[in-house]
């Protein structure tokens, strides 16, 4: 998604499917989690403390991922783009961790299904832009190259230890006076 200002030309080898997928998924998962959260919440007229905790986590964790993945959706809040921008600015791994480890918080805290879900959302989110971090795939000759002198010394080492070894039925007369 291309900003005002920005250049047309990606400075990394993500593809375009990846990085739209990142970020719709991050931005209608966080839409469901808070909502889910709010879901969540309303296990306090049941007495669940833990689950009422555990749904505000959750909207927490969604309002973040919603105001960085689509500041659009939070204009009204007046730092919401400079957040994104300084986040957009970091590598891809650094979003991966902190989606993932806001995440769990609230999965520990109330193990129910729509925190599950709600917050399994923003850790797949999470996990793709990990995907993302790890880059692009060599091409297939390269692979190849790399694959076949990998095994050449596997082949050619030698495990002294492994004919050496004496069988397991083995048992001299000193064993067995012991």
């Given amino acids: 998604m291309e900003r005002p200002g920005q250049d047309p030309v990606s400075k990394d080898d993500v593809p375009w499917w990846m990085k739209y997928a990142g970020r719709s998924l991050g931005t209608v998962g966080s839409l469901i989690a808070i909502f889910l959260g709010a879901w969540n919440c309303i296990g306090i007229v049941l007495g669940s403390v833990m689950c009422f905790i555990s749904g505000i986590l959750q909207m927490i964790a969604g309002f973040l991922v919603v105001t960085i993945e689509a500041p659009c959706c939070c204009m009204f809040i ?63 000759d390269e692979m190849r190259t790399a694959a076949t002198n990998t095994q050449a010394p596997l082949s050619s080492m030698k495990s002294n230890l492994v004919e050496n070894a004496e069988p397991m039925a083995f048992s001299s007369k000193s064993d067995s006076n012991v």
């Fill in 78 to 140: 007046d730092f919401v783009q400079n957040l994104s921008d300084w986040v957009e600015k970091r590598p891809y791994w650094n979003r991966a961790a902190g989606y993932c480890i806001i995440a769990l918080p609230s999965i520990f805290l109330c193990p129910s299904l729509s925190s599950i879900f709600g917050c399994g959302l923003i850790f797949t989110t999470g996990i793709i832009y990990g995907l993302m971090s790890l880059g692009k795939k060599a091409p297939i």
